[in-house]
């Protein structure tokens, strides 16, 4: 009997009792991920925040195999052992595509990791030998699982919703790493509340409470870590790196790796799978320590801000006029910093919950489905929340009195960063 | 009041309540700690081991501080500000010359970390000048504690013993982090048991079970994690790619950081500093991706194998005669595999506490002090223990029945890789 | 130096640095409460809820302990040794005249705990001597506080607020022995944004989302835990179990201790503070017992019911017209149940946060302070729930499917005890 | 399908998926656990010591179903329907004779939780009908397994060896619940490593270490929890309240429980099980309640201490000499206390493993069995320790200095209660 088993800070163990599951996760393409962070740019701002998307994507593949477990034992779901390995793959492969900051990158770049996770699953040769090994149409399935083509909408509820196995891992291990309890639910409750009926997901009335608890988990996450100012302003900084990197090609593309000079590139000839899967974190940290040393001033000065975190200091305010921004604009120039490069604003939305269209269904006592945010006021009333950021040096502040001073009285804030 | 305050998943937060400390976390050389595993290549066995030298940096400076608070109350230890900023400092600090996989890396080339953390404390133009700010004597003294010079005798003890800050916050933070519960221990009671007496830290004998559960986590900590035959498989595979690259020197060093240049061919100038630090885990693994498309096959291949946890597979047994071990090097070359890459032999001894010379010193109710040891039988028999691993590719047992079997025969083993 | 360290699950250590405290600690008052469960019945819901008020009373000591370290650091306060004992007796001793099960006795007898808090501060002998030990106005400033007389507005605010060291222990308390994660939330953060200004208790706006969820740790445990159907159910069968022996005195009173018989006999002489501390749950339990061999069958029924946990079986419900009830009673005769003791019907309602009048007091990054709700909209939503609940005995719906199909028709609900 | 889950704060959920179980639980017999604590008198000592032998019965009954569906999907164990319904009821029943502080009560009287485990499972009328319903020798099997007839080797050494589901339970749950962390180690592991060869039960040889964990775990709980001082101190205090009242009968039995005076006159009529069934840890206190207003005053005098906390003092030391002891008994007698009572002498012993007859068994990877002790040093060093403690009041140390010099002198150790 195949079993491997691995100890997890989050699951306690990660069961793998299938050979063919352990032969997707020992790909080439699984085991890059173990060099692209979870949480991006956030362990700058949560030191413990360094765990990987590889360590994550075996605690959703975990989350699934319980829950999967639950399922059958109940309502004798899946119906067949090509539905549970595709129920299992897609948790553990529907983060292969990312790349490394990948949202940041997704701001700069045409780039979407969507669309890689499809070329990679359907174009790499390794996972795709292991996909074929099932049947032919195994690749396009999982696919079509991860972009909502409605074949199998069990799965694709299970692994893309509200209430689904990646946003259940990514909670509780985020908030493990990070050291908050902000992201703590019931887990075994909620897993075990999970109903099929009419070939839909829904969640057991009885269980309300919790699936509030998991809710209000992902709104604490996103108010306290996720959307964190400082985070985004690592984001920023990363985004104008790659910003100023294109703009001065022949200076950056200096003994960068093929992929990431094809990337800058986005004009130039498509990039292949093999390039793709060579760029991880460690590869575009590389470009920054190189970037670092560049005869370009400003790409220089800012890789040498992300690698020793001397970041952009944010200010929460409430958005700015066009004016005044064009006055803040001015201060900044003037006191030395290229405003394109070294000036942001950023808004930040919380959404906990959506249910317009793909809300989460609750199977009520008297037999019929009902929305939860019907069912649940909290829900209901915890309506998406915006926060205003501004990024600047915070040198200016603390060398030139007199600008912070006009900053401060243009926005209204009292800001002493130290 | 200065105060700022990290969460932590180990302590919960962090707190640092001393500007200049908080000056010293923001150096671009402790910064750079982020981007160097405290474990190694131990993620590669248990995925879970993604923290970095600088979460455990804070950790050790947060014991430190902790303990300092406890001494400071019952004993008046420290007596100067000075005294309190250097145990603070050399906690925070002890760490800073480790660079990508230390440990491998000091087998294969001329290198110590601790000399490294010396060079960068007294040469590091931003490290040294923030230690000049106490007194032109401080960086010295800081190496002096590092070295136990023993001028400063209990800030020494307290960085580096058999029970020390730095030991105390990587059993906890390095068990978390595995996801096993082998590291446990009670810090706040060991803490909180320190005692000073004749300018020398003892331990109170009331605590001594808590002591001797500390000890034992240690062992549990190096028998089950540390020393795990599939962390020293990975450990070799590392030295082997390093070996091999310094020996195809013109092939390895195209495009590569000009440190890890300099550090291939350690007949060469001397590394500075400023080099030195821009050598992390991101360099090494960019020059692990560079040498996978290298033209020398045993390079691109043992390179690749890292990239892609292809490690080499791990039999314990009998340490082989010279013979055997003549017979083994044949056979896997027959396979097509140069045994001096994809061969080796490695002893690993548990040593989970060593009293000559340096025990803990256990202060009784009778008051003398006692080497722990001559009170704790546990202790006394807790003898070092070892264990021989051999390594060589998995694919011989796979693809090649006979040869597996002879190999079997030779170490009398049976081994089935899967 | 004094010091006692009380290990504790919840806070890790308890520390008494104060002889004086620890003497508190010592008197039969406060040792009595370790025979009263800090959940009433709930433990026949949660069986892990076995915990006493004795343990949450040393808690929320603790957390008074660090609090006032906290403001001693930040603002200087408390100003006196007298001020710091004055709060940290008051966490001690808040509970001390709850009775067993007193939240139930309130309701059946003209009870209050509070006035029993109060004469035993003030009357019982040993509490007394040690409190005077520090002044003779010492006893009545500590009722004063609990009372809210506002002589001393912070001391009272930290133990008796919408945001105080009672609540914080307990919920963290009650979530850990009941197994569930709702009562989670950030303790020391919390803690650590307390502010005093004008006199006045504060948080720091920069925790507003930390309080949010503290008022939604209440929230989920007032919901999950404490208003749970089953347990209102076994108070309900306690409540009886009382009002019967009242009713059947002269049967009920055979061998009871004099303290019981005392209250059970409202109209005569008043209940001495000494026989009052002869109560507690084993007092009662012990009354069960013997009221389970009453000749009075329903003393009897009802004695062993709640002694082997036979509970009344609820039924979560609209609640039903007058005419509904009536017919259920009749019902519920007609299976030889007498429904003054066998049928009940409760409502219970959920209110996290109060605002009016006694809010949490917000204190502005603009330097003023505002009420909580006024800034969290999740807060101002967070309005009261209410839910109806009906109670009778499981077995007329295991032995009469008629009368069970009719109250079915007459709740309309589809209720399947098992 | 039948399913009830309830929340643990150590097991997370227990799952009863077996309607039989369930109508065990709810056995008058079951439920009385809940009024018997775990660890007796520990709470004295460990304030959060305060679960019951019921929390526990489900814990061990919990691991037992988790072990069991680890054997079934291995080794195909157990063959029956029947077998698994044995091997959890033995879980959950194995304590069912325990009696209130039932290890004090053994040494005073002629009384054994075994004998009443016994005659509970084949008397009780309740429990008798559920176990009847298998078949009539269930009762007797279930009986046979505690007594290790040896008819059910594989369930009786689950249930009671070296190694067994009591003992797993126990340690993690006194751990958490006591608030230290030397009962962790890692369940999961355990559990999973337990493998079935020759009809026996024996643990897989590479999960060595974590065997060493637990009995290390074993260890350090007895040293820091089982046996300490105070709690040892504890039991004799409740060991000399039985005795006085034994010989006070006429003064004692005034007013007591039938069940509690059966059981002082030993001699008289025997117990039946309903007479016992109803005496649990609140008749004994309620007796000591009666005691303490007794006209005996050392039987009051005892019952107070008790009751308010005012134990006798421990004090370490090596065992002293008949001579000593007579000399001690006199100066306590002097001081106006009766040495019967007030004064004792215990050795505790720690045994974490014994391995002649019953030790656990490895299965070697060479596919023998061994004892543990012979392939592990550290278990095989870890022999018995005793430690020697006496016990008197505290208050000769307080009130009369030259007594306590005396006495120090005598036992030639240096104590200073406080």
């Given amino acids: 009997m195949f079993e491997r088993v691995l100890k997890d800070p989050v699951h306690d163990e990660i069961v793998v009792d299938d050979a ?32 990987s998307r590889f360590s994550h994507s075996l605690g959703a593949y975990e989350t699934m195999r319980r829950l999967l477990q639950h399922l059958q034992k109940r309502f004798g779901w899946p119906h067949s052992d090509r539905d549970r390995k595709l129920a299992l793959a897609v948790a553990l492969l529907h983060d292969v595509g990312h790349g490394p900051f990948s949202h940041t990158f997704e701001k700069v770049y045409a780039y979407h990791h969507e669309d890689w996770t499809r070329r990679i699953l359907l174009e790499d040769e390794e996972i795709r030998r292991r996909l074929d090994e099932i049947d032919t149409d195994f690749a396009q399935d999982l696919v079509g699982v991860l972009e909502k083509r409605g074949k199998f909408p069990i799965i694709q509820q299970l692994i893309s919703s509200q209430l689904d196995v990646d946003r259940m891992d ?18 075994a409750r909620i897993l075990r509340s999970i109903v099929i009926s009419d070939g839909q997901v829904a969640i057991s009335e009885n269980a309300i409470h ?4 998991y ?40 003994y960068l790796p093929k992929a990431l000079t094809a990337i800058l590139h986005e004009d130039s000839r498509p990039l292949s799978v093999k390039e793709y899967l060579a760029l991880d974190e ?71 919950y ?12 008297k037999g ?15 309506s998406t929340s915006e926060e205003f950021c501004l990024f600047l040096p915070r040198e200016i502040f603390l060398e030139n009195g007199e600008t912070a001073e006009r900053i401060r009285r243009l926005l209204q804030v009292s800001v002493y960063p130290s």
Same sequence: chains 1, 2, 3, 4.
Avoid at 321 to 343: K, V
């Fill in 20 to 51: 063919w599951i352990w032969s997707l996760v020992n790909t080439a393409a699984v085991q890059r991920l173990r060099r692209i962070r979870q949480l991006g740019t956030s362990y700058l701002t949560f030191h413990g925040a360094e765990h």
């Fill in 170 to 187: 990514y909670l509780l291990r985020d908030g493990l790493h990070t050291g908050v309890s902000y992201g703590s639910f019931e887990l």
């Fill in 210 to 213: 919790t699936v509030e608890q």
């Fill in 215 to 254: 809710i209000l988990a992902r709104y604490f996450m996103y108010a306290q870590v996720y959307l964190h100012p400082v985070t985004i302003g690592s984001d920023v900084l990363v985004a104008n790196i790659l910003k100023r990197a294109r703009e001065q090609q022949e200076t950056a593309a200096l």
């Fill in 282 to 352: 460690s590869t575009l940290t590389y470009a920054f320590h190189l970037w670092s040393g560049s005869k370009d001033e400003v790409l220089a000065d800012l890789s040498k801000r992300f690698l020793y975190r001397r970041l952009l200091y944010p200010i929460v305010c409430s958005e700015p006029s066009l004016e005044i921004r064009a006055q803040l604009r001015t201060l900044i120039r003037a006191n030395g910093y290229d405003p394109e490069y070294y000036f942001a604003g950023r808004t930040s939305g919380i959404t906990a």
């Fill in 354 to 365: 959506i249910y317009h269209g793909e809300g989460i269904s609750i199977a009520t006592k």
């Fill in 368 to 382: 019929d489905k009902v929305e939860l945010s019907r069912l649940s006021k909290l829900v209901r009333e915890l």
